[in-house]
Nanobody, 124 residues
């Protein structure tokens, strides 16, 4: 009933920029926290950036000063603007959202939803 659709992955050179988008759709009452995660080959998935319902943001130390997370509540969309990309940023990026959804016509259920993942490859 709820899905997150990501766009914006691709191949870029080191030092370049890339913008990711993640749009939520479905029977949504509200969206609370939204975030971006990434998983590099052979490594565990890690939190990259997080934005709360009041737009408070947090970032992993490895991306502070280079990445910016933002949200457009009117369109149920979260963005990740990435600058000064490094080869170590190469990973599959996933968006995540905590969503209150309708059940039997009432906003009763809170669910965690994941996007499908998009590959970012940064060349040297």
């Amino acid at each position: 009933q709820v899905q997150l659709v990501e766009s914006g992955g691709g191949l870029v050179q080191a030092g370049g920029s890339l913008r990711h988008s993640c749009a939520a759709s479905g029977s949504i009452f509200s969206i609370n926290n939204m975030g971006w995660y990434r998983q590099a080959p052979g490594k565990q998935r890690e939190l990259v950036a997080h934005v709360s319902s009041d737009s408070t943001t947090n970032y992993a130390d490895s991306v502070k000063g280079r990445f910016t997370i933002s949200r457009d509540n009117a369109n149920n969309t979260v963005y990740l603007q990435m600058h000064t990309l490094k080869p170590e940023d190469t990973a599959v990026y996933y968006c995540n959202a905590g969503v209150v959804v309708y059940r039997l016509g009432e906003p009763l259920d809170y669910v965690e939803v994941w996007g499908q993942g998009t590959l970012v490859t940064v060349s040297s």
